[in-house]
């Protein structure tokens, strides 16, 4: 009985183990904001991988996006407007809006002499309240197609009297042809100049226009005038 007793008072007695002589060294102090050496290994992260971790900036703020949507916009404008100043043009009007009061046709009866400014020996002749009009191979005013002539009618010689080579034009007196789309046109105003039947027919300061459509001439009026 005493021999266990010592051993189990040996068992008893053996010192138990004291603490360990690190267990009072303070802990390891690391920087702020920086991951212990031994979190490192243990994630197995490279230390420049790091900076992907570090806050993604901020998106624009709602008030910087209408600031460029605004940008864009002001920047199409000017465009555009730049391009609408350069290509636009004022509209003009083709058409005086004057009233066709007539439409001649081929007289029968009346001639002008062959060569007499420009006539031929075929030209058409028209005549309207003391005008005549007959169809020219040019005109004086420049080069064209399709021309005519317009005349006061006392002013057209016979073929029989005298030297052509003589014969002269004074008065009333203007020719039109055709350029490209454009028809031969004559623009006359009725003055002191106008014969008698036209005066009659028409106040002084009326305007007519005399517009060349193949074989027929029409004739128009301004607006401001009055038929009597």
Known sequence: MSARADVTDGVRGTPEPGPSKHASDPPPVFEAGQPPE???RQANLDPLALDERLPVPRRLSRWLKWLWALTVLAAAALAAAATFALTWMAPVSVSSGAVQ???????????????????GPSSVVYEYYGLTLFETATGFSGPGTDCFTVVVTEQVPDEEEGDPNNWSLSGLVSSGCRVGDFPATIELLVDANAPEELSARYPKGSALQFVLDGDRVGVFLDQDNDIR
């Open 38 to 40: 031994a979190e490192r």
């Open 101 to 119: 009061i007539a439409t001649l046709e081929p007289s029968a009866t009346a001639e002008v002499p062959s060569n007499w400014f420009g006539a």
